[in-house]
């Protein structure tokens, strides 16, 4: 079973920056794709940014250059930069992976870490 701990949420004000950490139970190697998702009440949790298991990012529109996500494989976490944080940037961030077994997908997700940007 894999298992996904997030670190790094916390409070910051508008156009500061946070750093998100995931760390899996497993390589990454062992993973197709790792992301993170966020989450706000009411709201459907949305991508914020993937990489695939070759090292290909993807960003959501809203990121708009501000954010950088990275994988150290073979190691085992994942990491999202996020500067110039702005209000509407509050949510619930989770980590999400990716991968297969007997060629059956499956996806895991962390338990979130919360992120609140003040104006």
């Known amino acids: 079973q894999v298992q996904l701990v997030e670190s790094g949420g916390g409070l910051v004000q508008a156009g500061g920056s946070l750093r998100l950490s995931c760390a899996a139970s497993?390589?990454?190697?062992?993973?197709?794709?790792m992301g993170w998702y966020r989450q706000t009440p009411g709201k459907p949790r949305e991508l914020v940014a993937d990489?695939?298991?070759?090292?290909?990012?993807m960003y959501a529109g809203f990121v708009k250059g501000r954010f950088t996500i990275s994988r150290d494989n073979p190691g085992n976490t994942v990491s999202l930069q996020m500067n110039t944080l702005q209000p509407e940037d509050t949510a619930v961030y989770y980590c999400?992976?990716?991968?297969?077994?007997?060629?059956?997908?499956?996806?895991?997700w962390g338990q979130g870490t919360q992120v609140t940007v003040s104006s």
């Open positions: 999400n992976a990716r991968g297969r077994r007997m060629g059956v997908p499956y996806d895991v």
């Open positions: 497993v390589s990454l190697t062992s993973l197709d794709v």
């Open positions: 990489i695939t298991n070759v090292g290909r990012p």
